[in-house]
């Protein structure tokens, strides 16, 4: 599956295991991906593709604000959505 920039993925190693994240950028083997909580998206984290689980899911990110993003992501944990390996 191919990551690209608003792809809901889950951190499956480091601290922030088991959260749902939206990526901001992706690069070749890294991308940024933020939460609007610990991870804002003025400062998001710089993570290894390998360390993530994707899903079927988008966000589109473009002018959207830390708090809705929490929202988004809230409600995608509770939902329960399966990850694509």
Known sequence: M???TGSVVKAKAGRDNGG???VVSVDKDYCLIADG???KLAAPKR??????CFTNSMIDINGIT??????LLK?????GQKEVI
């Open 2 to 4: 191919k990551l690209n």
């Open 20 to 22: 749902y994240f939206v």
């Open 37 to 39: 909580k610990s991870r």
């Open 47 to 52: 993570k290894n593709i390998k360390h993530l």
């Open 66 to 71: 830390d708090k809705r993003l929490r929202t």
């Open 75 to 79: 409600d995608f944990k509770t939902a």
